[in-house]
């Protein structure tokens, strides 16, 4: 678990340290979307290689491998004195996520082979993926009151020590009893599929059409077509494409996408709302931001003993439901809003989404293979991964299109470096620090309004897409269940064309 929840808390961890980041190293409104987004885009991309790495050398080694790379970009990314090189370390930290967060839940599923026991260990191993995510604001505001931005990265390098340290000794090395050669075109092609189409839907979604960002999702989505090409031909593949194929597999991988394209797109809103709307320190927003977690304690059981009496599509689809209703509830948010008012809708939300991201995370490890444990995990993270990005990318460009919108409309005439002021509400409240008291009055509630209605649009779309997520769950998991018998690996290509084949 302490791997997953350094890798987790990075999502997330300098929300309330990007203030700091952009006074310091002075990054371009772009350079900050790529320090915020580059991890998860890295690691996203890397995760399908090295689960199947894992698979190979052992995902207790891959474990220590990673421990190290995450502990050395730590403490590269806390020393960094420019924007480029603090997006370069971002990409390492991905590097080193990524090979950690696969052996986890590979790890999880050849441990525990009674289907009760391995219930409860994904159960804590989903509370402990969002709980980093919603510790990592906390410890970052905590650090924040009392030592520079670089410290929310060194916070990590005693526990990856720790982790290296430990590890020999209390985890079991695990490993594929089928051990193919690593196939470096299939890692290259991976990455390739998905970073273009990321680049291009993050583009597109803030800045409306343009033939570079087409250019890039469409020759992503080639690669994309030309990897599972490979795959389908490979005599070990990274990906096994039957069980990929298998409702009781991909629906869940589908399933946990959308719950995190809503979970960590809406998290930077409800963070900077806190923080730059209602005007609280970082540590007091952070703080203030883990009460959500109450709703997480009450439904994640909740939906483990409804799961246990009833057919779990339903009971994901109602917890989908339930979150839809939470995003609506914020999207009624308005500047001047108490502040109950939008815990009270984070809570519903958040329950809503843990409870059913913890069945789909079960349904899904069941169904796979233990001796393809890795390769499973790894589709499974990098669904959420990849929804966390495009989440934070697509939802992040709806607020910020209303945003500059509003502001466009409600600008005071003569306002100086307006399209700062535009921009974000960050760069509006710097702008307003040099103005009149009065002019500088009437900016700030400008902007406030302006991206309290941003976050509303956020919302609203968040919120159709979990309703969206509760059909699909009801219409395709009906049925499904961990009483399924797992997918066996897929035979080899060469078996399933009656070739002899020659086993290294």
Same mark, same amino acid.
């Given at each position: 678990?302490?791997?997953?929840?350094?890798?987790?808390?990075?999502?997330?961890?300098?929300?309330?340290?990007?203030?700091?980041?952009?006074?310091?190293?002075?990054?371009?409104?772009?350079?900050?979307?790529?320090?915020?987004?580059?991890?998860?885009?890295?690691?996203?991309?890397?995760?399908?290689?090295?689960?199947?790495?894992?698979?190979?050398?052992?995902?207790?080694?891959?474990?220590?491998?990673?421990?190290?790379?995450?502990?050395?970009?730590?403490?590269?990314?806390?020393?960094?004195?420019?924007?480029?090189?603090?997006?370069?370390?971002?990409?390492?930290?991905?590097?080193? !996520?990524?090979?950690? +967060?696969?052996?986890?839940?590979?790890?999880?599923?050849?441990?525990?082979?009674?289907?009760?026991?391995?219930?409860?260990?994904?159960?804590?191993?989903?509370?402990?993926?969002?709980?980093?995510?919603?510790?990592?604001?906390?410890?970052?505001?905590?650090?924040?009151?009392?030592?520079?931005?670089?410290?929310?990265?060194?916070?990590?390098?005693?526990? +990856?020590?720790?982790?290296?340290?430990?590890?020999?000794?209390?985890?079991?090395?695990?490993?594929?009893?089928?051990?193919?050669?690593?196939? @470096?075109?299939?890692?290259? @092609?991976?990455?390739?599929?998905?970073?273009?189409?990321?680049?291009?839907?993050?583009?597109?979604?803030?800045?409306?059409?343009?033939?570079?960002?087409?250019?890039?999702?469409?020759?992503?989505?080639?690669?994309?077509?030309?990897?599972?090409?490979?795959?389908?031909?490979?005599?070990?593949? +990274?990906?096994?494409?039957?069980?990929?194929?298998?409702?009781? *597999?991909?629906?869940?991988?589908?399933?946990?996408?959308?719950?995190?394209?809503?979970?960590?797109?809406?998290?930077?809103?409800?963070?900077?709302?806190?923080?730059?709307?209602?005007?609280?320190?970082? @540590?007091?927003?952070?703080?203030?931001?883990?009460?959500?977690?109450?709703?997480? %304690?009450?439904?994640? &059981?909740?939906?483990?003993?409804? %799961?246990?009496?009833?057919?779990?599509?339903?009971?994901?689809?109602?917890? *989908?439901?339930?979150?839809?209703?939470?995003?609506?509830?914020?999207?009624?948010?308005?500047?001047?809003?108490?502040?109950?008012?939008?815990?009270?809708?984070?809570?519903?939300?958040?329950?809503?989404?843990?409870?059913?991201?913890?069945?789909?995370? $079960?349904?899904?490890? !069941? /169904?796979?293979?233990? $001796?393809?444990?890795?390769?499973?995990?790894?589709?499974? $993270?990098?669904?959420?991964?990849?929804?966390?990005?495009?989440?934070? /990318?697509?939802? !992040?460009?709806?607020?910020?299109?209303?945003?500059?919108?509003?502001?466009?409309?409600?600008?005071?005439?003569?306002? &100086?470096?307006?399209?700062?002021?535009?921009?974000?509400?960050?760069?509006?409240?710097?702008? %307003?620090?040099?103005?009149?008291? %009065?002019? /500088?009055?009437?900016?700030?509630?400008?902007?406030?309004?302006?991206?309290?209605?941003?976050?509303?649009?956020?919302?609203?779309?968040?919120?159709?897409? +979990?309703?969206?997520?509760?059909?699909?769950?009801?219409?395709?998991?009906?049925?499904?269940?961990?009483?399924?018998?797992?997918?066996?690996?897929?035979?080899?290509?060469?078996?399933?064309?009656?070739?002899?084949?020659?086993?290294?």
């Amino acid at each position: 678990m302490l791997p997953l929840l350094l890798v987790s808390m990075d999502v997330s961890v300098l929300y309330f340290a990007i203030p700091y980041i952009s006074q310091d190293l002075e990054p371009s409104a772009t350079q900050q979307l790529w320090i915020l987004d580059m991890y998860g885009f890295v690691l996203a991309g890397l995760l399908i290689t090295m689960g199947a790495l894992g698979d190979r050398i052992g995902r207790r080694t891959l474990v220590l491998v990673g421990a190290a790379v995450f502990g050395s970009a730590s403490v590269a990314a806390a020393y960094a004195d420019s924007a480029g090189l603090l997006i370069a370390v971002r990409a390492l930290l991905g590097i080193g !996520g990524a090979a950690l +967060m696969p052996s986890t839940l590979a790890l999880i599923r050849n441990l525990f082979h009674d289907e009760k026991q391995r219930g409860k260990a994904v159960t804590i191993w989903t509370a402990v993926m969002t709980t980093g995510i919603s510790l990592g604001p906390v410890v970052s505001g905590l650090l924040l009151e009392h030592f520079w931005w670089g410290s929310v990265f060194l916070i990590n390098l005693p526990a +990856m020590v720790l982790l290296i340290v430990l590890v020999p000794f209390l985890v079991p090395e695990s490993t594929s009893p089928v051990r193919g050669r690593f196939d @470096l075109p299939s890692a290259l @092609l991976s990455l390739g599929s998905l970073l273009p189409v990321i680049y291009g839907v993050k583009e597109w979604a803030r800045h409306g059409y343009a033939p570079l960002p087409a250019l890039a999702i469409g020759a992503g989505l080639l690669m994309g077509l030309v990897f599972v090409r490979r795959q389908g031909r490979l005599t070990h593949p +990274m990906i096994d494409l039957a069980l990929v194929g298998r409702r009781t *597999f991909g629906g869940p991988v589908l399933a946990n996408m959308l719950a995190m394209f809503a979970t960590v797109g809406m998290a930077v809103f409800f963070t900077q709302y806190l923080q730059s709307v209602l005007s609280q320190s970082p @540590l007091t927003a952070a703080l203030w931001s883990l009460v959500p977690a109450v709703g997480v %304690a009450v439904m994640a &059981p909740t939906g483990a003993v409804l %799961a246990r009496r009833t057919d779990r599509a339903y009971v994901m689809g109602g917890g *989908f439901l339930v979150s839809a209703c939470g995003f609506l509830w914020l999207s009624t948010v308005q500047a001047d809003s108490p502040l109950w008012l939008v815990l009270a809708g984070g809570s519903v939300y958040a329950g809503g989404l843990v409870a059913s991201m913890t069945l789909a995370n $079960e349904l899904a490890l !069941g /169904a796979a293979p233990p $001796e393809r444990a890795g390769s499973a995990a790894a589709v499974l $993270e990098a669904g959420q991964e990849l929804g966390g990005a495009l989440g934070m /990318a697509i939802l !992040g460009s709806v607020g910020a299109a209303v945003y500059s919108r509003d502001m466009s409309d409600s600008l005071p005439a003569g306002v &100086p470096d307006a399209d700062a002021v535009r921009e974000t509400l960050g760069g509006a409240a710097a702008v %307003a620090a040099d103005l009149p008291a %009065a002019t /500088a009055d009437a900016v700030l509630t400008a902007a406030r309004e302006a991206f309290t209605h941003g976050m509303g649009a956020a919302a609203v779309g968040a919120a159709v897409v +979990m309703a969206a997520a509760g059909v699909f769950s009801v219409g395709l998991l009906h049925g499904a269940g961990t009483t399924d018998h797992p997918v066996q690996a897929a035979p080899p290509a060469a078996e399933r064309e009656g070739a002899p084949l020659v086993r290294p």
